[in-house]
């Protein structure tokens, strides 16, 4: 199908690109890398009347490393991430996870904030933003404010993004690079996780796990490593606790049932990588 | 800023395989319709049209690229390379193209341009994949014909070709 229509508007700079969303507010969708958004005009399921492209910003396009985090901003495509030489020595968590975003065509396009924009509660980039604990920076004419993942994302495909601001960059903390490990599990490789979970070991007692694809937001625990030795349980009480969503790809039950095979998995790997 | 009201037609031009090319279209055309319908490039195949099926794969300031989520107007500027540019001017098939004929890597020949032009990007990036790399960019396309073994041993014979040039 073909989109309906609407006016496109190419700013300049991201200036003018918060002053056209100040006019229009949520009658206007940023357009970025497009590979969800699109897909979504084209079937139609999403209509604004103002697409605003900031694929070209040069300002936007930039991997910075600041304050013990790794800021990427919103022109940067997630191949272009994939590709940064450092970023293995620095987000080992993310450069695990990254090859299983999209496919090779789409990363090439498909940005890393408009991932984190797009919220879909199974996707890889907004789980490791969330297991890391990073942040997202919005910007409107008001000024520029910094959220934390958890803050951000809010539901499926729902965030805490006003309809004036502008993602202009996301920041992945880079104090956790020992013990990594990435799993998921997806009907063919890179269309959507069914489900997804990430660990990262944070110290000698504790662990970050990060759940995608079963609450309607990616899950986020700390666990003592004394309990993490026995994920079994842990991930059973997790899977409980988490319910899991039905959909076209899978059940409740199998996101659940899911969880409990991959989850002791992924942690195993993380310790047996720290250690 | 550029601005294009969605009951305007406004013209947009970018280089297509080496020549400028220019055209009349609506903000929200996409640049697959662009090329086969006011272009004229047909070679450009529309499957799915969204983003699935990889048919519609093109390069965009040469990377691989879905041209159907892509707006015609995103492209303003940029050089655009299709199946079409490709071949040599006398026709001549290039060493990916003879590859795909010599190994049977197409059968009904719709998804080829799409892997085709995946393959010009992915190989120039890297010569020598392997199998497993081979298959995860082809992941991004969709053979109805199920031909993948055939397209997999295409794109090796031609890493192996690559290999025997000195470096």
Redesign the interface.
């Known amino acids: 199908m073909k989109p309906r229509r609407f006016d496109y508007v190419r700013p300049d700079s991201a200036e003018e690109a918060v002053a056209v969303l100040a006019e229009y507010g949520d009658a206007a969708s940023v357009l970025a890398g497009g590979q969800s958004l699109m897909a979504m005009l084209n079937l139609r399921v999403a209509e604004p009347a103002v697409l605003v492209d900031i694929a070209r910003l040069k300002e936007l396009d930039y991997i910075r490393v600041a304050n013990g985090k790794v800021e990427v901003g919103a022109a940067v495509t997630q191949n272009q991430l994939k590709d940064w030489p450092e970023l293995g020595g620095r987000l080992p968590l993310l450069a695990a996870a990254l090859p299983f975003v999209g496919h090779f065509q789409t990363r090439n396009r498909g940005t890393v904030c408009g991932s984190i924009a797009h919220a879909d509660p199974s996707s890889e980039i907004p789980l490791v933003l969330a297991a890391l604990g990073g942040e997202v920076v919005l910007r409107s004419q008001r000024g520029t404010r910094v959220l934390a993942a958890a803050d951000f994302q809010r539901g499926v495909m729902t965030t805490a993004r006003a309809p004036d601001e502008l993602i202009v960059a996301a920041r992945f903390p880079t104090q956790w690079t020992r013990g990594v490990a990435f799993r998921e599990v997806a009907r063919r490789h890179g269309d959507f996780a069914i489900i997804a979970v990430a660990a990262c070991v944070e110290d000698r007692n504790t662990l970050r796990i990060g759940i995608g694809g079963v609450a309607d937001r990616p899950a986020v625990q700390h666990a003592p490593i004394s309990v993490a030795a026995d994920a079994k349980d842990m991930f059973e009480k997790l899977a409980q606790e988490l319910e899991g969503y039905d959909d076209l790809h899978a059940s409740a039950r199998l996101r659940r049932d899911l969880l409990r095979r991959v989850g002791p998995v992924v942690v195993e790997e993380a310790l047996r990588c720290a250690a | 800023?550029?601005?294009?009201?969605?009951?305007e037609r406004t013209r947009i031009s970018f280089t297509l395989n080496g020549r400028a090319v220019s055209g009349e279209a609506?903000?929200?055309?996409?640049l697959t319709?662009f090329l086969r319908h006011v272009i004229g490039a047909t070679g450009t195949h529309v499957g799915c049209?969204?983003?699935v099926c990889?048919c519609c794969?093109v390069l965009i300031d040469g990377?691989?690229?879905?041209s159907?989520?892509?707006?015609a107007?995103?492209a303003e500027g940029r050089a655009v390379t299709t199946v079409e540019g490709l071949a040599a001017p006398d026709g001549a098939l290039n060493a990916l193209q003879q590859a795909f004929q010599r190994h049977h890597a197409l059968q009904c020949g719709f998804c080829t341009p799409g892997i085709l032009m995946?393959f010009t990007?992915?190989l120039a990036r890297n010569p020598h994949p392997t199998e497993d790399e081979i298959r995860?960019?082809l992941?991004?396309h969709l053979c109805r014909c199920t031909g993948y073994a055939g397209i997999v041993a295409a794109v090796r014979a031609v890493s192996a070709g690559n290999s025997k040039q000195p470096s």
Do not use: I, P
Not at chain 2, 26 to 30: A, D, I, N, T
Not at chain 2, 63 to 66: G, K, M, N, Q, T
Not at chain 2, 68 to 71: A, V
């Open positions: 800023m550029r601005r294009v009201n969605k009951d609506e903000s929200r055309m996409l319709d049209e969204h983003g990889g794969t990377v691989a690229a879905r159907c989520l892509t707006l107007v995103q995946s990007d992915y995860d960019v992941s991004g």
